[in-house]
């Protein structure tokens, strides 16, 4: 992986601290040519990169004026569409219980696909400048959210925060290994089977001594 660890450390750190506030940003603009033209650059977009000249030739001379605000909205909004595509995925789910069901959303948002892992890395690259930083961390507030939506999480209040809080965490772990090593699909799954299950214990420590539990099972029952 080509991105700098430190510096992709330090903006995870920071995108997850902002989750503290509870403030959901708003949602991006989205529409079906959007959607399509996104989908048809991030197929190449690990070997030719995010910009407009590879936009307009997989999608069309006037693509790039999807999007006004430049590349880095376009990597933002390739972001949404995979919080949405995953959020669909999982509106059928059968799946009783909430931890099993925050573990099936976490492995669709991170699949085993050697192009969307590649186009994640060269997307994470406009993330980490100056002007792409603000927007790595509504996106990564959005994502954390809208894993806890897929799981069909309904809690409210500080409990609402503090599972997000908690999840941004573990989702940043698991972000970082799939980046590096995702190609190792039985591998990456047992990696966040493993930070799940050590977010549960350390929400039963917390119940067990009367702290507020966060874990993704809390409330579950």
């Keep these: 992986m080509s991105l700098l660890p430190g510096k992709l450390e330090h903006a995870l750190s920071l995108a997850v601290a902002t989750l503290a506030a509870g403030v959901i940003p708003a949602p ?23 910009n407009m000249r590879t936009l307009r030739s997989v999608a069309g001379p006037d693509a790039d004026l999807l999007f006004p605000a430049g590349v880095v909205e376009m990597v933002e909004a390739w972001s949404d569409l995979c919080d ?8 059928d789910t ?29 997307g994470m690259a406009v993330f980490l400048s100056i002007r792409g930083q603000k ?22 209040g500080l409990t609402y925060v503090s599972k997000r809080l908690t999840l941004g965490g573990l989702y940043a772990s698991v972000f970082l290994y799939w980046l590096s090593r995702g190609a190792d699909t039985a591998g990456f ?16 420590l917390k119940a067990r001594f009367g702290v507020s539990a966060v874990a993704p099972e809390a409330g579950a029952g």
């Design 84 to 91: 949405r595509s995953m959020v669909e995925a999982m509106q």
């Design 135 to 156: 927007a790595f961390r509504r996106s990564w507030v959005r994502t954390v959210n809208a894993i806890w939506q897929a799981a069909q999480d309904e809690s409210t």
């Design 28 to 50: 991006m603009e989205r529409h079906a040519e959007r959607d399509d033209a996104l989908r048809k650059l991030a197929v190449v977009a690990g070997e030719c990169g995010w």
């Design 94 to 122: 059968l799946e009783p219980r909430l931890s099993q069901r925050v573990r099936q959303a976490i492995l669709l948002r991170l699949p085993p696909d050697e192009h969307r892992r590649m186009a994640a890395q060269r």
């Design 189 to 204: 799954e047992a990696f966040v089977d493993r930070r799940l299950a050590d977010v549960l214990r350390i929400g039963r």
